[in-house]
């Protein structure tokens, strides 16, 4: 069975920084275009950053020169560095493999 | 950026309802949409992937159709598991975007 486990997730002050980690089971990270997306409390889904299995990344605006997707194909991990953390990052972090299975989640809140 | 117009963002229906959930994309994305379902605090689960293709094990009540600009995602009778909060999603570009989202409520 495909799994996806996220951690990482805390709170922390504007400008801060955290990394999260998508542990895989069933599936290889390198293998497989893998995803993060992220929801806003009581918001919609927001596609934050993606992965290839080549190794090209591409962010979303709103996050690009702050945020780093990458990979540990060794550890089957998949990891998003966050940097300069604002308040409007505040969400649950979603890691997704192609569309499917989704990781649980991890929530992110950025407040002072 | 392609936007995704969904609708309605509430409906209230009664079990054993057809209930009809509307995607509208601002440009062509052929057939390269998902619908979700998602319940309160939980992670979203893929129901429909190809705008049309059921999900292993998902119920055959969930269907799907439509391309290019218009999609539809049809449950032909509500259950009571079946109220939670629905999106789709497009990924026709590495960029992806989802619909705002339809939450089911019971009537």
Redesign the interface.
């Known amino acids: 069975e495909e799994q996806l486990v996220e951690s990482g997730g805390d709170l922390v002050q504007p400008g801060g920084s955290l990394r999260l980690s998508c542990a895989a089971s069933g599936l290889n990270v390198g293998d497989n275009?893998m995803?993060w997306?992220r929801q806003a409390p009581g918001r919609?889904?927001?596609?934050v950053s993606?992965i290839?299995s080549a190794g090209n990344t591409?962010y979303?605006d709103s996050v690009q020169g702050r945020f780093t997707i990458s990979r540990d194909t060794s550890k089957n991990t998949l990891f998003l560095e966050m940097n300069n953390l604002r308040a409007d990052d505040t969400a649950m972090y979603?890691c997704v493999k192609g569309?499917?299975?989704?990781?649980?989640?991890t929530l992110v809140i950025v407040s002072s | 950026d392609i936007q995704m117009a969904q609708s309605p963002s509430t409906l209230s229906a009664s079990v054993g309802d057809r209930v009809t959930i509307t995607c509208r994309a601002s440009q062509s994305i052929s057939s390269r949409l998902a619908w979700y379902q998602q319940k309160p605090g939980k992670a979203p689960k893929l129901l429909i992937y190809k705008a049309s293709n059921l999900k292993s094990q998902v119920p055959s009540r969930f269907s799907g159709s439509g391309s290019g600009t218009e999609f539809t995602l049809t449950i032909s009778s509500l259950q009571p598991d079946d109220f939670a909060t629905y999106f789709c999603h497009q990924y026709s570009t590495y960029s992806w975007t989802f619909g705002q989202g339809t939450k089911v409520e019971i009537k």
Do not use: M, S
């Not at chain 1, 919609?44 to 596609?47: D, F, V, Y």
């Not at chain 1, 569309?99 to 989640?105: M, R, V």
């Open positions: 275009y995803t997306v919609g889904l927001e596609w993606v290839f591409y979303a979603y569309f499917d299975p989704w990781g649980q989640g």
